[in-house]
């Protein structure tokens, strides 16, 4: 047996701290050096490049030292990673075809808006970086000095007119009250140290951000809405189509036979009212099947079970209606009114496994099912498999598209294993 040992909240809350309060620092300090260098050589190719501009190689140098000033923020979105807890997000800059001549070269760096961008951020990060770096130092050198300053104040000479500043505050004077006043002070640095660099460091690391990933961050979120948005067009096109399909097989064809017989019994009324009798009764049970056809699509689109007891309740009848037995495990939480999910979150988790339900009856031949729902963390995670053949796939004509199409629209992903032979694992991943 192995056992765990996890540190208590009270343990790793001052870890926590000292752990940001290095990198933040480290962020400031070692930053500043190349703030330094950034600045100058941004500002040096810049101006070089506009005095040389008339003479044919102003463009080359400008392309140089923006190309320079890539690098330095290249450097600069490593950094900002650890204090803003993100993941390092680098802009496509434009680029030249790969058959295009050297001008060509020349001019897409040139033109390329993103590298005027990290030149900008050069240059007003230094400014930036001087009042980080200095207040860092400040604060770091007030703690440290203030907590250590018993250690060396017999080494400070001292003139016999000279007045300390525990005198001039009124907390009397000699070796005692100054020790007590400067080792007070550098405790106030201290405690205030984690705040103050933190507060420094993500000032400097938000206009990084803004102005090295924010355009990146926009395009890889207009992308994101975009492929959100065909896939819940794509959705919708093939449940409107299997919808269709489904009424044009089961109560359209129920409706024209029962038009059928209600002629037939209309003209059966006035020379074999028997007959007509056993029409109309043929043509009441049509119409009850038509009924519970219709009931059975209504619960396809919004089963009412799902809007009025939740998820739990509703996948809970659907796994009852199942041809093959089916364990379910559902997260109880997820029925309660604190821990019930976004409508659209929890429609697609129904439809997920109402659709590899369906699947399983229809194609698997697998003797048993399990589907399983939890949530964990931001996500809710949906779990179905089986024991049957396998050989599903989520490609263009098949029942799992539309499925994939509408975890996708949620934001969600979709993943399906599903060797021959079997088994089979479908797995959904939906943001709360």
Request: proline fraction near 6%.
């Amino acid at each position: 047996m192995t056992t765990a040992v996890v540190p208590s909240p009270a343990v790793a809350a001052p870890r926590g701290i000292v752990r940001q309060l290095l990198t933040d620092s480290a962020y400031v300090i070692v930053g500043f050096p190349l703030a330094i260098a950034g600045f100058v050589a941004s500002l040096v190719g810049v101006v070089l490049s506009a005095g040389l501009i008339v003479t044919g190689i102003g463009l080359p140098v400008m392309a140089g030292a923006l190309l320079l000033a890539r690098f330095f923020a290249d450097l600069e979105r490593l950094a900002i990673g650890p204090v803003l807890r993100i993941p390092r997000v680098r802009p496509e800059y434009r680029a030249a075809p790969p058959d295009a001549g050297l001008f060509r070269r020349v001019l897409a760096i040139v033109g390329d808006s993103q590298s005027w961008l990290d030149v900008v951020h050069a240059l007003v990060k230094f400014v930036l970086s001087i009042f980080s770096f200095v207040v860092t130092i400040t604060w770091w050198a007030g703690a440290l000095g203030g907590l250590t300053y018993w250690t060396y104040d017999w080494a400070i000479p001292r003139s016999p007119d000279e007045v300390d500043l525990n005198t001039l505050l009124g907390l009397g004077s000699g070796t005692g009250p100054r020790l007590l006043l400067y080792t007070a002070i550098g405790l106030f640095f201290l405690l205030s140290l984690p705040i103050v660099v933190r507060g420094v460091a993500l000032l400097q690391a938000s206009f990084s951000k803004g102005m090295l990933t924010g355009v990146a961050e926009m395009r890889n979120r207009i992308t994101t809405l975009e492929g959100q948005r065909r896939a819940a067009v794509s959705a919708e096109a093939t449940a409107l189509r299997k919808l269709e399909r489904d009424i044009h097989d089961g109560p359209q064809q129920r409706l024209v036979r029962l038009a059928m017989d209600l002629g037939r019994a209309q003209q059966q009324f006035d020379h074999d009212p028997e007959a007509a009798r056993r029409t109309i009764e043929e043509a009441l049970t049509q119409t009850r099947e038509t009924l519970d056809e219709l009931r059975s699509l209504s619960r396809g689109i919004a089963p009412p079970i799902l809007v009025d007891r939740g998820l739990p309740s509703a996948l809970a009848a659907l796994a009852s209606r199942g041809v093959i037995p089916i364990e379910l495990s559902v997260d109880p939480a997820l029925g309660t009114g604190g821990g019930r999910l976004d409508p659209a979150v929890e429609s697609a988790a129904y439809f997920v496994v109402a659709e590899s339900l369906t699947n399983v009856a229809k194609h698997s031949r697998a003797q048993i099912c399990r589907v399983v729902v939890s949530r964990e963390g931001k996500d809710v995670r949906v779990e179905i498999s089986d024991d049957g053949e396998g050989g599903a796939h989520v490609s263009k004509g098949h029942g799992l598209a539309g499925l994939a199409d509408r975890v996708h629209a949620a934001g969600g992903r979709l993943t399906v294993t599903s060797p021959a032979g079997g088994p089979t694992l479908i797995q959904a991943s939906l943001p709360v």
